[in-house]
């Protein structure tokens, strides 16, 4: 994987050299290839013009450390150095069971609780019982969709109403089914013979 990886930074850093490598391949499949990429200076690459569009990737890669290293030494001398002790994070869970592993309902919580008043109408109702009962705690969701009530709802209820409608278009016998179609064929050629 490390490999891989530095292949691909690589590759980001000096472009220029990859494109004129995988030049032959793309002739062949494509029928052209990119300007020759090897005789620009700094090692940028210039697909069409300078004026127009270029890259240079090995600049790119000093910019990301320069500014990397600026922040973290201005971390390191800025921020405090003073060690808070707590307790580990485990998500709630002490084991590393399947069961108490991360679900699609966690994932969503975060989404549902910054979207859930406006765009979702969610109301959380959590059912914990006294450490005497029995029970198990419950929690349970209920989601109103705004936008699918607002915009989807009445098309899908239309669709669905002309559907039970047309349902018993299907147990036509062939006689029936073949009439329908020559009083559909002559409807269309009558409206084409008025049509303007």
Not at 10 to 30: E, K, M, N, R, T
Not at 62 to 71: R, T
Not at 110 to 136: K, N, Q, T, W, Y
């Amino acid at each position: 994987m490390f490999a891989f990886a530095a292949l691909c930074l690589i590759a980001g850093i000096l472009p220029g050299f990859f494109i004129d490598a995988l030049a032959p391949a793309v002739q062949d499949l494509a029928g052209d290839r990119m300007p020759v990429q090897s005789d620009v200076a700094w090692l940028s690459i210039v697909p069409i013009a300078a004026s127009r569009s270029s890259y240079n990737g090995l600049l790119v890669f000093v910019f990301m450390c320069v500014s990397g290293g600026l922040a973290a030494f201005a971390i390191h001398r800025l921020a405090s150095d003073r060690l808070r002790r707590a307790p580990p994070w485990d998500c709630g869970y002490p084991d590393a069971s399947p069961a108490t592993q991360y679900s699609a309902s966690s994932f969503a919580q975060p989404i549902r609780r910054v979207f859930g008043s406006a765009v979702f109408r969610a109301r959380e109702h959590v059912d914990m019982p006294r450490p005497d009962d029995l029970r198990a705690a419950r929690l349970t969701v209920e989601l109103r969709d705004l936008v699918w009530e607002t915009l989807y709802a009445p098309i899908a209820g239309a669709v669905a109403f002309a559907a039970d409608r047309l349902n018993h278009l299907q147990f036509l016998t062939i006689r029936q089914f073949l009439s329908l179609v020559v009083a559909a064929l002559v409807l269309l050629l009558l409206v084409l013979a008025i049509w303007p």
